[in-house]
């Protein structure tokens, strides 16, 4: 018998990543326009030394409700022959005359961790990209210029840089593994972009959160403290531990990632790749964000103190937040704010949740 032809779509999306947090707003958005959405996810397994620290392991929670509607492949951005798998096969869902869009999400994404598993870092965030980049360019001339692509990079990337605002012109001045590796993979996409006339694009995207933000990120672990000490109030059971925090002092530019995800779908649109910023325009210091999140959760804090000796009490003098060594980093960005007027001009995007108060109201 002869085996029945898969059917072929005009706009289908390939997305590494799509297990977190932009990935599954991004898989929502493209459904939401008809798109085909083929998701990378990896195998099973443990990597030595990481498992406890990172995402490592396939948990499609926060795209379980999305499974019937999306195709699933395996692969890793460790393993070339696997990303080019999942290329070929996206290819082949592809109507001839349509188009495959490339969202390179995938990372190991949190900062403090790649101090501690550098290589890895490297490997996924930057070797991994030109394993991906190379796979594209082995395509077919006629294929090639079918993709797209879209690689996720990071604010992170301007690191201690005096220039304020931040914008596509800013020289990065990365201060972390993270960082490093993330200015590797952006500069190979310029490369490749420039060298082999290949539609690539960077997205420097500043913090980006929601409520499906890790639990290990400043944010998530300072709504789910929030969220701890509203059960223990409200049942009137004992005061949880204070939440433990490094350094309070650092300034972010935070935005909710669900508006942000339309970003990088509007990069992919314009006729001609180019890189863009994607930003609210203002900064607030990790304090204001603690602050906030436990005032909207009715609790008034006072600061006292300096350095890893300050602490945050409530309106009924209960220690709720206080600073501890072990969670400043070896080097630290203590600035970022965002300029994405070239987003709001070309792609005419910009964030509706622009303010701290906003943002943590999304997260609680």
Same mark, same amino acid.
């Given at each position: ?13 390939? &997305? ?23 998701? &990378?996810?990896?195998r099973n397994y443990h990597v030595v030394g990481i498992v406890r620290r990172t995402s490592v392991l396939y948990n499609t929670t926060r795209i379980d ?73 082995? #395509? ?6 079918? &993709? ?24 990065f001045q990365p201060v972390s593994p993270y960082a490093a590796a993330k200015v590797y993979a952006h500069q190979l996409v310029t490369l490749y972009r420039?060298?082999?006339?290949l539609h690539l694009v960077n997205g420097i995207l500043f913090n980006h959160e929601s409520p499906r933000r890790g639990a290990n990120f400043v944010t998530?672990?300072? &709504? ?43 990069? #992919? ?31 008034? #804090? ?33 600035? #970022? ?28």
């Open positions: 018998m002869t085996e029945a032809p898969k059917p072929q779509h005009p706009r289908v999306a390939l &997305i590494t990543g799509i297990t977190g947090q932009d990935g599954s707003y991004l898989a929502e958005l493209l459904l939401s326009k008809n798109y085909h959405v083929v998701g &990378i996810v990896r409700h999305l499974r019937k509607r999306i195709q699933l492949v395996y692969g890793d951005m460790t393993d070339g022959p696997s990303l080019a798998s999942a290329l070929t096969s996206a290819l082949a869902s592809t109507a001839p005359e349509g188009r495959l869009e490339i969202y390179n999400l995938a990372a190991q994404s949190h900062v403090a961790v790649s101090y501690e598993v550098p290589e890895y870092t490297m490997e996924v965030n930057a070797l991994g990209v030109l394993k991906l980049l190379e796979a594209i360019r082995r #395509l077919s001339l006629a294929d090639r210029q079918r &993709i797209r692509l879209y690689q996720a990079g990071t604010s992170e990337m301007f690191g201690d840089t005096a220039v304020r605002p931040q914008n596509e012109s800013t020289p420039t060298a082999y006339g998530m672990k300072t &709504i789910n403290a929030v969220k701890r000490h509203v059960t223990a109030r409200d049942q009137g059971d004992p005061p949880p531990p204070p939440l433990e925090l490094g350094n309070l002092n650092s300034q972010r530019d935070w935005g909710y990632a669900k508006e942000y995800v339309e970003g990088m779908w509007r990069m #992919l649109q314009a006729e001609n790749a180019d890189d863009y910023v994607l930003a609210t325009g203002q900064t607030h210091t990790v304090r204001e964000f603690v602050t906030e999140a436990f005032r909207q959760a009715g609790f008034e #804090l006072e600061w006292s103190g300096e350095g890893v000796e300050e602490r945050a009490v409530d309106q009924g003098g209960v220690e709720r937040v206080r600073v501890s060594e072990r969670y400043f980093r070896p080097t630290e960005v203590p600035y #970022l704010l965002g300029d994405a007027t070239k987003a709001r001009k070309r792609l005419g995007w910009a964030p509706a949740t622009t303010t701290l108060e906003g943002m943590v109201r999304v997260m609680l």
